[in-house]
């Protein structure tokens, strides 16, 4: 196998390639997008042969990253602690605690006493999978999904590790997730940016997001992902000036390549050529673009199952069902990122219009992936960046509470793409403050969906100032129980 | 020295065919025909073995004595040829004798248990890696020192034949490559084209009509020098070479981290652009911003310069662990110095040994140790007013200061005006070699120090900052003067002699001119670091004046034109293709420095996200005068970055930064298509034209001598006012009025609005060329 995507790699010198290709549209932006960084730095790097082809045969295709950003609270949506309530006020034995370092919002706490959660679990489907009553559509859909309770990670604090998460680092300037399958994968569809972002915010406490979660640190920028926003430039500078039509930026454009072919025929530089199918790549995304955007031909069936909010641009329930036609239009990496989690105090208050926020959509898009065939190509993923404490931070009453960051375990979940449905893995203990069995770091986490892809973690690398990077930094190992 | 690597790939790049040939017939056993090179008569360790070693063998073979399998090393001759450890008979090494050099027969053996790399590594040595090594061997397996840490000697200018090219030391140097392969330098580029390049690249801006016409009408052998000196002179010249440097020094307007309000650091910013300006020698503008506050009798503008230190991310994240982030802000620092200054990867050494560079972990916190003194805490505040716009240790600028002492500082108001600068604690702060590099971990304590593989440190110099750039600045030091210079090459030719300008150690591109480097870093030092004559050297040499014409002979020989037979075509970068449309359009407000500015931006980026807290939650955008200043001077809130800017990949400012990528993608067509800044350039610049008294072809013709800087051909101006012809004659007075509705400089009055819009079409579609934006 790995002879055979040499010599693959060895018939695409890139330069012969793109000077055979005929100046019809898009064949170089293609071009460059099916062989990324072959010939960075004008050496056929080895390295970068493997990149933009799979190691192996991949379960799934694409993946779309349902981000909730600012941690929800375990305790509250899955992981079920029915012992914490008898505790109530109660101190969190020193044992339990252990060294664990808490974040300079709790530190100085007096006491640390335990709180149960205000809603009720009940267990659902086959998986017989607790779930919260905050949740009710989720727990229609426990057996199409596998619910992780047993995710760690190093990072206590919102930007550290939410860039961990996304990037396999706490510092920036490395390549977010989405970037590296761009890299490691290549395009398949020739309209539409390879990594997109959407954003939306709940009600609840919110934490900022960073351009740098979706950045292509040192990969080229073509694997940056591009953000699709809400209103009428749905990405950035998209739209013609008001009164140029089609018609006329078509015109626009072919005097604009005659002229620079004049300027080719002077120099005889390749990247004149390639900035004029860089031109054309643009005027079909502006096409592709709103096309993909438009709701409005959407059935009213999946109107109803996304719920109503999903005519409103902008929020949790259109970015989900904007995901699922960006996904089906060939776009490798989705990433949504919700903010509004972020529950130190009035938790119970806020959570409720958080889960109420994200239920519905959430389980809606694994339906209709399901229903559409297309859930088993599809990596869908849902989860925070970190977890929450089981004691209280600030004033407990018996209605009211907040939990502070908690990095020691959080539950995800996932569906479709060669997961196992219908499995809880990983459990904590009695309290919800350790973790019990089957822990899961964040690397082997992003060595599982690597792997679901074709790609094995240790070698999809790139080479940064002698360094050869990965998502995974230096571990990671794949969570082969919940493979199907 | 040997000849690079680079060019060895390139002429074999020619030969592969027929030896692929040669192989295949001659034996079986060489399985790689397609990439089998011709080994050279005389193996050099630095730039044949070493690259093979540092990148194949060192992680388990190399200077991290904690990942060291087997207890040998590779990099260094003595372990290599003492006797074995597990097997005190063999020896890895055996100098002339490949058969009984352990190291050869693992790296050849057919038994994967024993191959080596093993196979577990993912790393493969090709068959041309084994000839080399085979053949070192056989000649002796001679270890050298590192290239890069040893001092460069000045080498005497090489003879060439074509000797009437060179117009400076450089060309001989280049010219004598070029020879050796048979490559002929291009002529001179087109006046034109060259005034272009020239202006681009001293003052970030294209040359006006004036300079164009009076370049042009100048046939005197003097008039290139002529621009030259006088593109020195202006302050754009400080602007231009402050960006580079604010790349390296992350300078940004916000703290970076998750709410990422808004710092006051533009005085600094201010202090870069006015030390370009008056020719600060190189090791005075670096020893100030090092170690400004430590001076002997330390002045206010000394201090503000420290503010290069200061510039790095700083939390303002409740609840984080203070101590977690200090010892971040102390690594930056750290890091900043090691690849910005010294040109290595000292980073790498944060939480074990380096594995390729002979630094150990413990080198690393001496170096460390050097910054881990200042008066600083974690967190200081979390996000709010005016009081936390700098952090502590800070200095507060008066206008008094500023009419008097700091006369560069561009303040525009009375209120209270606060910049973080260094400076340390009366006490030292002891300093740990960082176990893992994690903060709560400390191990043995350290002193100051340096690593020695560069030179060590010297026992006169106080161990202090302003020891280390004494010591930076010794010249004996390999190392300051090579990385700048190739800094500074890197600006005007669009890549260094060494490519990877932020490592010049063991898996950084060996030099493309090593001969060159030298005798540049050692003229430089020479002539007391001076920065402006140093430009001027690269400026004027043949070298940088050829043409941009790529012929298909030179495209095949040496497609990444390392032999620099031509002259460098790049597009430009982000802030000078906003400088570009204002300056060429005459909207270009030439103010210099001062607080940053919000020009246009697409809604909501901010507003999005966001957390709602701080004055940077809202992009309130700017009106009249400064939505025309230069591109450096858009605002930079680091965690989400001016969106044109990083589209054409301008740092974010995150980390120190030597290089940036030029890539070319759709959103750049985006931007150069749709941006309101390039459309009201067009139209500002479209109805200053239809004032004046001449004829259409004369105006398309004047528009595109303003945007490319030169005049247009016959078959350009055709196709011109052919699509300027067609506009006027389809356009419809709605669609014109939409048209010209965009930006908000005030709309020319009595200028007929069809008129206007078609005009306006063909200026933007001029702003649109791809050699507008490139220097060529």
Not at chain 2, 263 to 290: C, E, G, K, S
Request: with cysteine; aromatic share 10%.
């Amino acid at each position: 196998m790995e002879k055979e995507i040499l010599e693959h790699g060895l018939n695409f010198n890139r330069r012969r390639f793109l000077s055979s290709m005929s100046l019809g549209i898009g064949g170089i932006a293609l071009g460059s997008l099916l062989m990324p960084d072959l010939f960075k730095n004008g050496e056929l790097d080895e390295e970068a042969l493997v990149a933009g082809m799979p190691h192996f045969a991949p379960k799934a295709k694409r993946v779309i990253y349902l981000f909730q950003n600012g941690a929800p609270s375990q305790q509250e949506l899955f992981d079920y602690k029915p012992k914490l309530r008898d505790l109530f006020g109660q101190e969190i034995p020193p044992s339990v605690r252990g060294t664990q370092r808490l974040t300079g919002m709790t530190a100085n706490q007096a006491s640390f006493p335990l709180v149960g959660s205000f809603v009720n679990f009940k267990q659902y489907g086959e998986s017989r999978a607790w779930v919260s009553d905050l949740l009710p559509y989720t727990s229609k859909i426990v057996d199409d999904i596998c619910i992780v309770k047993s995710m760690y990670t190093e990072a206590i604090n919102h930007d550290p590790a939410l860039t961990f998460l996304q990037t396999g680092s706490q510092q920036g300037n490395r390549p977010s997730m989405g970037a590296w399958l761009s890299y490691g994968l290549g395009n398949e569809n020739k309209n539409l940016p390879n990594f997109t972002v959407l954003l939306s915010r709940g009600v609840g406490n919110g934490q900022g997001v960073y351009s740098k979660l979706w950045s292509n640190g040192f990969l080229d920028s073509v694997h940056q992902g591009v953000q699709f926003s809400k209103g009428e430039d749905p990405v950035l500078y998209l739209r013609d000036p008001e009164g140029m039509d089609r018609k006329e930026r078509r015109d626009m454009l072919d005097n604009l390549s005659e002229l620079n072919e004049m300027s080719y025929q002077e120099f005889g530089d390749p990247e004149i050529t390639a900035k004029v199918k860089q031109y054309e790549m643009a005027y079909r995304m502006q096409t592709a673009v709103p096309e993909v955007m438009d709701l409005s031909k959407e059935s009213d069936d999946i109107i109803k199952l996304y719920g109503p909010d999903c005519l409103v641009p902008g929020t949790f329930a259109a970015n989900c069902l904007l995901a699922r036609k960006l996904s089906e239009n060939g776009v490798r990496f989705v990433q949504l990122y919700h903010q509004g989690w972020d529950q130190h105090g009035n938790l119970p208050f806020e959570i409720t219009k958080q889960a109420k926020d994200v239920d519905q959509a959430s389980a809606a898009l694994v339906t209709d992936l399901k229903q559409r065939g297309l859930l088993d190509e599809t990596l869908v993923i849902w989860g925070g960046e970190f977890g929450r404490t089981s004691y209280t931070q600030g004033k407990l009453t018996t209605d009211n509470y907040g939990r502070d960051h908690h990095p020691r375990c959080f539950t995800i979940w996932m569906a479709g793409g060669g997961i196992k449905p219908g499995i809880v893995y990983g459990e904590t203990d009695e309290l919800g403050y350790n973790i019990a069995s089957n822990p899961v770091h964040v690397h082997d986490f992003q060595a599982t969906i690597l792997h679901q892809l074709g790609l094995n973690h240790e070698k999809l690398v790139f080479k940064h100032l002698g360094r050869r990077y990965r998502l995974t930094d230096v571990s990671g190992k794949v969570v082969n129980d919940i493979i199907s | 020295m040997k000849s690079p690597i680079d060019m060895r790939r390139t002429l074999l790049f020619l030969t592969v065919p027929c030896l692929a040939l040669v192989f295949q017939c001659r034996t079986s056993d060489s399985s790689n025909q397609a990439k089998e090179e011709k080994v050279p008569e005389e193996i050099s360790y630095n730039f044949d073995i070493r690259p093979i070693l540092s990148d194949k063998c060192l992680v388990c073979h190399g200077p991290d004595a904690n990942k060291r399998e087997a207890g040998l090393r590779l990099d260094v001759a003595e372990s290599a040829f003492q006797a074995l450890k597990e097997n005190p008979k063999a020896h890895a090494l055996v100098a002339g004798k490949p058969e009984f050099s352990q190291a050869y027969l693992r790296i050849t053996s057919k038994d994967t248990a024993l191959l080596m790399p093993p196979p577990s590594s993912n790393l493969k040595l090709t068959q041309h890696e084994i000839n080399l090594i085979e053949k070192w061997i056989k000649q002796g397996a001679k270890y050298e020192k590192h290239w890069a840490f040893v001092a460069p000697k000045k080498p005497s200018v090489p003879k060439v034949e074509q000797e009437e090219w060179p117009k400076n030391e450089i060309d001989y140097f280049v010219l004598q490559k070029q020879e050796q392969k048979g490559l002929k330098p291009n002529e001179e580029a087109d006046k034109e084209r060259l005034l272009k390049r020239l202006s681009l690249d001293l003052n970030g801006l294209p040359p006006s009509l004036q300079m164009m016409d009076e370049f042009l009408a100048d046939n005197s052998p003097k008039a290139y020098e002529k621009m030259v000196d006088k593109l020195l002179k202006n302050t754009a010249y400080g602007e231009k070479m402050a960006i580079h440097w604010l790349d390296l020094a992350r300078y940004a307007d916000s703290h970076g981290y998750q709410d990422d309000g808004y710092r006051t650091q533009w005085p600094w910013r201010d202090w870069v652009i006015h030390a370009f300006n008056q020719n600060m020698h190189y090791n005075d503008f670096v020893t100030w911003q090092l170690a400004g506050d430590l001076m002997p009798n330390s002045t206010k503008e000394q201090l503000l310069a420290t503010g290069f230190n200061r510039n790095h991310k700083i939390t303002e994240e409740g609840g984080v662990i203070p101590e977690e982030y200090r010892i971040m802000y102390v690594t930056d620092r750290n890091d900043l110095f090691g690849k910005g200054l010294l040109g290595v990867t000292l980073e790498c050494a944060h939480c074990h040994d380096h594995k390729y560079d002979p630094f150990s972990q413990k080198e690393y916190y001496q170096m460390f140790a050097f910054f881990n003194n200042v008066k600083e805490v974690g967190i200081e505040s979390v996000i709010g007013g005016p009081e936390t716009y700098a952090k502590k240790p800070l200095m507060e600028i008066s206008n008094e200061d500023v009419k008097n002492i700091l006369t560069f500082v561009n303040k525009q108001d009375t209120s209270r005006l606060i910049v973080s600068v260094m400076g340390d604690l009366d006490t030292t702060r002891k300093t740990y070699i960082l176990k893992r590099g994690v903060y709560d971990a400390p191990g043995d304590e350290v002193e100051p120090g340096t690593p020695k593989s560069i030179l060590p440190f010297n026992n006169k110099y106080p161990k202090n900052r302003l020891g280390l750039s004494q010591w930076l600045f010794d010249k004996k030091n390999p190392l300051t003067a090579r990385v700048y210079v190739n800094i500074l090459w890197q600006e005007f030719f669009g890549k260094g002699i060494v490519k990877t300008s932020g490592d010049f150690g063991m898996q950084g591109e060996l030099p493309s001119h090593p001969a060159l480097l030298d005798w540049l870093a050692s003229d430089f030092m020479e002539h007391n670091w001076d920065v402006k004559r140093l430009v001027k050297q690269m400026v004027t040499s043949a070298t940088y004046r050829q043409s941009a014409v790529i012929t298909k002979e030179k495209l095949a020989m040496d497609p990444d034109n390392i032999l620099l037979a031509r002259g460098a075509r790049y597009r430009i970068n982000a802030e000078f293709i906003k400088d570009l449309v204002l300056s060429s359009s005459g909207l270009l407000n030439k103010t210099i420095g001062g607080p940053s500015v919000k020009p246009y931006q697409p809604a909501g980026l901010w507003e999005g996200a966001t957390s709602g807290r701080g004055l940077l939650s809202v992009y309130n955008q700017d009106h009249g005068a400064s939505l025309y200043r230069r591109g450096m001077y858009t605002l930079i809130k680091r965690t989400v970055p001016p969106p044109t800017m990083g589209i054409f990949d301008a740092s974010n400012r995150d980390l120190c930064e030597v290089k940036r990528l030029k890539t070319n993608t759709p959103l750049q067509a985006l931007v150069m298509m749709n941006d309101p800044t390039v459309l009201e350039a067009s139209r500002v610049l479209a109805a200053k034209l239809l004032q004046e008294k001449t004829d259409a072809k004369e105006k398309v013709a004047k528009a595109f001598r303003l945007i490319v800087c030169r005049k247009p051909s016959d078959k350009e101006l055709g196709v011109l006012t052919a699509y300027y012809d067609k506009q006027l004659k389809t356009m419809k007075p709605e669609t014109a009025q939409k048209m010209i509705a965009v930006g908000e400089y005030p709309l020319t009055k009595n200028v007929d609005k069809k008129t206007l819009a078609a005009l306006m079409r063909v200026v933007s579609t001029i702003y649109n060329l791809e050699e507008t934006i490139t220097k060529s």
